[in-house]
């Protein structure tokens, strides 16, 4: 039916939906929990005509900081598809979150404490940016390493592989590093499951500004994005300065990726399962795909983080559990319609 | 000095020293046994490979001396087969081709809409203008990425084999669509497969290992003999209106 519509008006109406998704997660996310809390309450507190520490405290930066990372994780896993024309590449997949997490866990296990997970511990304040920045390095050596090992990203099958070997390894050392400190093993464990559970208003405050940075060349290169599809040689036979190019549109997912990582740990498969669904509903022009893919990734997770805060009340689920029970599912779907096509 | 010329080419690959031009106002189809180094020498003359020795002149000027968007703005490339954005829609595809005049940061003007139109319109695209390329058939595919090709209304148009894959009926358009860009003062250089298509060019080049074995207006250049050499014994060469056929002799 909705294919019907005119293509302009069919488009709007996504992204309208899609704001309409957003800000349906966040007055559910701040109202529900382990206490559910009453619309009134929660929009006197939004509006700041009551006191509600646990709206203002607690659940309003998680939920933004949960939105922030999804969007990141969203506009990451739709940039790495469209720079390695590959469906499948993913920040999860491609072994970049595990370096993000990896280079973290150092850097925290370096600085005499463990990951930035404890950022709610005062002693961690002040660590989320430098750990990002280190975390930016990780992803980044991580994927440049899948790339090498898979020789190139042409193949779909070598990429995931590759990515999947260069992802065991690393979590493999992130594990080692946090048996080091066995007293704290149980909160590193669900922070490297991916977890909002940490998130407070520094973590927000270090996100929007990797946002900031990262997102608007992102945004500006939809274009970029839309020519390689036709090809490097193509690309380049239309003038653009394709390796400075692929080499900003790299760096700038790759930080966007360090970012959610460093504030959430590794959560699996917002980045490839946001993309996929808006691309049926908006096709690959990728002016549209990106900021659609950061709506998406940030309902998306803020939705995941809202059945992980209830579904097993009073206890929590990393939220990092919850997507890739559904992503899973939803990975093995797309290799088994792929295979189909070939 | 006008046109696009390659001189003395060597390397990359199978390119052992070749000389070929192509004027504006011409059509050139480049014929030769796969493996040749057709498609190499294309991407050399379109700046996308640089040679080991010997050197591109594009209107007289080395080529490495264009900045990539002057480039792209005399030069369009048209690989063979290649990867192709299923999810965008045939506008958005062709409009790409505007890229050289536009850069990264410019906005589309009259100019360009009417450039993109008249592509759409001469490929015969623009009935499918909107819908996603992955939902068209294989002939329908390759107008529109002629059509993008052509949307820079570039002054050279170079094209990797763009008549595989095709029924006669869009064949046959398309032979007369380069023939009439020609005309209108393009100049075109088609790798073709088909020595009877390269027939209805107004000039045909022939490379074998990386040499270029004969170039000439097609009835002297697709001889018996030559066509032999290439494709073997049973090649047959009649001659209708004047115009070679070549057919095998089973």
């Known amino acids: 039916m909705i294919q019907a519509l005119p293509l302009a008006f069919r488009r709007s109406l996504v992204f309208l939906w899609l704001l309409f998704l957003l800000l349906l997660a966040l007055v559910l996310g701040v109202a529900l929990g382990a206490v559910n809390l009453p619309p009134g309450e929660v929009l006197q507190a939004l509006l700041g005509l009551k006191e509600n520490p646990i709206v203002t405290e607690m659940r309003l930066p998680r939920v933004l900081g949960g939105m922030l990372v999804g969007a990141a994780l969203g506009v990451a896993g739709a940039s790495f598809q469209g720079l390695f024309r590959n469906p499948l590449a993913d920040p999860y997949l491609m072994g970049s979150a595990a370096g993000a997490a990896f280079a973290v866990t150092l850097l925290a296990s370096l600085l005499g404490g463990l990951s930035p997970a404890f950022a709610q511990h005062a002693i961690f304040q002040g660590l989320p940016l430098s750990a990002t920045l280190f975390g930016f390095l990780g992803a980044l050596s991580a994927t440049l390493l899948t790339l090498v090992l898979a020789g190139g990203a042409a193949r779909t099958g070598e990429l995931v592989l590759a990515g999947v070997v260069v992802g065991s390894v690393l979590t493999g050392a992130t594990t080692y590093l946090m048996l080091q400190d066995a007293d704290r093993v149980r909160a590193v464990f669900a922070y490297t499951l991916g977890n909002l559970a940490f998130l407070g208003w520094p973590g927000v405050r270090v996100l929007v500004l990797f946002f900031l940075l990262a997102l608007p060349p992102l945004l500006l290169l939809g274009r970029v994005l839309n020519a390689l599809q036709l090809g490097e040689e193509v690309a380049k036979s239309l003038g653009l300065p394709l390796e400075g190019l692929k080499l900003l549109l790299l760096l700038a997912a790759s930080l966007l990726v360090a970012a959610a990582v460093a504030q959430a740990g590794i959560i699996g498969f917002v980045g490839l399962i946001t993309p996929h669904l808006l691309r049926r509903l908006l096709g690959e022009d990728y002016r549209l795909l990106l900021p659609a893919s950061a709506l998406g990734g940030a309902a998306l997770l803020a939705l995941a983080d809202l059945l992980a805060r209830t579904l097993t009340r009073p206890a929590e689920l990393p939220v990092g559990v919850v997507t890739t029970l559904l992503g899973g599912p939803f990975f093995l779907y797309l290799m088994w319609r792929r295979r189909g096509r070939a | ?250």
């Open chain 2, 1 to 250: 000095m006008e046109g696009l010329e390659a001189k003395g080419i060597v390397g990359p690959y199978a390119l052992l020293g070749v000389d070929l031009a192509v004027r504006p106002g011409e059509w050139v189809a480049l014929l030769g046994p796969n493996g040749s180094g057709k498609s190499t020498l294309l991407r050399v003359m379109a700046g996308l490979l640089w040679p080991r020795s010997g050197k591109v002149l594009l209107e007289g000027r080395p080529l490495r001396a264009y900045g990539s968007y002057a480039r792209g703005q005399l030069l369009a490339y048209l690989p063979q087969g290649g990867p192709y954005p299923e999810g965008l829609l045939v506008e958005e595809v062709v409009r790409l081709g505007r890229l050289p005049h536009l850069g990264l940061w410019g906005q589309e003007g009259r100019e360009d809409g009417e450039a993109v139109e008249w592509a759409l319109e001469v490929t015969g695209a623009s009935r499918f203008r909107g819908r996603y390329l992955g939902s068209l058939s294989g002939g329908e595919r390759q107008r529109v990425l002629l059509a993008r090709a052509l949307a820079a209304r570039p002054r050279y148009l170079l094209l990797d084999e763009p008549t595989t894959f095709l029924d006669l009926e869009y064949l046959g358009g398309l032979l007369a669509l380069l023939r009439g860009l020609a005309a209108k003062g393009m100049g075109v250089l088609a790798v073709l497969h088909d020595p009877n298509q390269a027939a209805l060019a107004d000039r045909v080049a022939v490379l074998k290992g990386g040499r270029l074995l004969a170039e000439g207006r097609p009835e002297a250049v697709l001889t018996e003999p030559l066509l032999q050499g290439l494709y073997g014994q049973g090649v047959r060469v009649a001659h209708l209106g004047g115009r070679p056929h070549v057919y095998l002799d089973a």
